[in-house]
Antibody
């Protein structure tokens, strides 16, 4: 059974950085992409970026590409998302999601709430 | 970028059929995926590639896609179907996935 387990909630001050992890199990880690999607309070879903566990290639939403970095540890079947220079508008639930392709998601993590507040 | 338009809300009585639309320019030529998000939970995929139901999704969920509108249909609606539903496609102009704004399904 596929599981994507994310790290716990974070509270950060504006200007700080946050790291969120996503640990995969129940499938061959390198066979699927990992996407990151966020959801601001009461809002819809926004795609942020993708990492290819085969080779580590990444792509990001253009408006976030200078503040977001995705990395991975194949030995741990884990993907990590760093968001730098946090702003109040970055307050959201962050989800990782497995992607059979670059265009689809078939399993989601449980989400990680990141609160940015002074 | 590619814009997907969904109604903000849809209401339906238990046992009836709910129809949720997703509008986009020539969306019929795209592959549409639907995600259900129950209150306080992570999304789950309920329809992929316009019409495919993932394992574990009831047959009551079906999808169609033609012209400028994709549709998610939920037959014999149950209280547990109350959720937000998001359509999603690949935006070839920006090379990334995009979501519709979401539709809140209320079961009366």
């Amino acid at each position: 059974q596929v599981h994507l387990v994310q790290s716990g909630a974070e509270v950060k001050k504006p200007g700080a950085s946050v790291n969120v992890s996503c640990k995969a199990s129940g499938y061959t880690f390198t066979d699927y992409y990992i996407h990151w999607v966020r959801q601001a309070p009461g809002q819809g879903l926004e795609w942020m970026g993708i990492i290819n566990p085969t080779g580590g290639g990444t792509d990001y939403l253009q408006k976030l590409q200078d503040r977001v970095t995705l990395t991975m540890d194949t030995s741990a079947s884990a993907v990590y998302m760093e968001v730098r220079r946090l702003r109040s508008e970055d307050t959201a639930i962050y989800y990782c999601a497995r992607g059979p392709t670059i265009s689809t998601f078939d399993n989601w993590g449980q989400g990680t709430l990141v609160t940015v507040s002074s | 970028s590619y814009v997907l338009t969904q109604p903000l809300s849809v209401s339906v009585a238990p046992g009836k059929t709910a129809t949720i639309t997703c509008g986009g320019n020539n969306i019929g030529s795209e592959s549409v995926h639907w995600h259900q998000q129950r209150p306080g939970q992570a999304p789950i995929l309920v329809i992929s590639y316009d019409t495919d139901r993932p394992s574990g999704i009831p047959e009551r969920f079906s999808g169609s896609n033609s012209g400028n509108t994709a549709t998610l249909t939920i037959s014999r609606v149950e209280a547990g179907d109350e959720a937000d539903y998001y359509c999603q496609v690949w935006d070839s102009s920006s090379d990334h996935p995009v979501f519709g704004g979401g539709t809140k399904l209320t079961v009366l």
